[in-house]
């Protein structure tokens, strides 16, 4: 199978300071997410095992307040190698297969003058996937995923840091992901998810607050790629998170600070029977409340059962 994974990489501290007398004073920030791993054929995927390393490496220069005006800041750079495992039953449940998966994220991070760590981040796990088999539509092939992802706070955390890895909070993320087969050698996959996000009640001590809550969160990966000679897919991927609530400190909510961003870049995937290579390249705009930059993630997936 080809299940697409989800990069967790929470900088709570460093956004905070990066935001602080430029977008809204103590302004929780939304975690980092899936903005830009999920690739070509997100939702193609069979019984049995898939095994992946993701190398996410990010650069932030610039953050947009809730105008959109962007003003420069210190480089805030993170590279993340995400470690995802996902197994599938021949067993169905409504008709489509399931099992769990679980996400390691080692990560590093430097902001700045704001200093840097390096550590696991937060686990990712879901106890229930559904696969279902293709379906088909006259000539329009397709495939979907349903997926219950959740974000357990074990990851590097310490109050008295500037720079952390961890969300200090339990986050619910399920997403949804369709991938058609419009023509021959064409593909597009949407994969849409939601983002829940739990109270800290023990921010860093540098902010002087007792509790602090993310806003609720819509976000969705989009492709669109063409297959060329020898298994090469070549095409285009975008993103965009919308913050659809206010984020809370000390139990009361921020106005004027939804977050938003964008992105959209080339990308290429090379299928080698049970591997497949990904590289993909992102550059961001429209963002409010948030850093804006670039990122390239590459990936190596593995599937031993694929036909």
Not at 13 to 23: N, S, V, Y
Not at 152 to 175: D, I, K, M
Not at 244 to 273: F, K, Y
Not at 285 to 306: F, H, M, T
Request: hydrophobic share 40%.
């Amino acid at each position: 199978m080809t299940t697409a994974s989800g990069l967790f990489l929470f900088l709570l501290c460093t956004t905070c300071a990066l935001a602080r007398g430029q977008i809204s004073q103590f302004h929780p920030p939304e975690p980092g997410v899936n903005l830009g791993d999920t690739s070509f054929l997100d939702a193609v995927a069979g019984p049995g095992w898939m095994m992946e390393q993701i190398a996410d490496a990010s650069r932030s220069t610039q953050v947009a307040d809730s105008s959109g005006q962007t003003s420069a800041v210190p480089a805030n750079d993170a590279i993340v190698g995400l470690t995802h495992v996902a197994w599938f039953s021949q067993r169905q449940i409504l008709h489509a297969w399931f099992g769990p998966e679980v996400l390691l994220l080692p990560s590093y991070v430097h902001v700045g003058n704001q200093g840097s760590v390096a550590g696991l981040g937060d686990l990712i796990v879901s106890p229930l996937v559904l696969q279902w088999k293709e379906w088909k539509f006259g000539g329009t092939r397709m495939q979907q995923r349903l997926d219950f992802d959740f974000f357990l706070p074990t990851g590097q955390y310490q109050r008295t840091s500037a720079v952390n890895l961890s969300s200090h909070a339990f986050e619910a993320n399920p997403y949804y992901s369709v991938t058609i087969f419009p023509a021959n050698h064409w593909e597009t996959s949407w994969r849409v998810h939601y983002l829940w996000n739990g109270v800290n009640h023990a921010p860093p001590l540098g902010t002087g607050l007792r509790s602090t809550q993310a806003g609720q969160a819509v976000f969705f990966c989009s492709t669109l790629s063409h297959q060329l000679p020898h298994k090469i897919w070549f095409g285009a991927n975008a993103y965009f998170l919308k913050q659809i609530t206010n984020p809370s400190v000390n139990g009361v909510q921020l106005t004027d600070s939804p977050e938003q961003v964008g992105a959209i870049g080339p990308g290429a995937m090379w299928d080698l029977g049970h591997f497949n290579l990904y590289a993909n390249y992102y550059h961001e705009l429209g963002a409010l409340n948030r850093p804006e930059g670039n990122k390239l993630v590459l990936r190596v997936q593995w599937v031993p059962s694929k036909k």
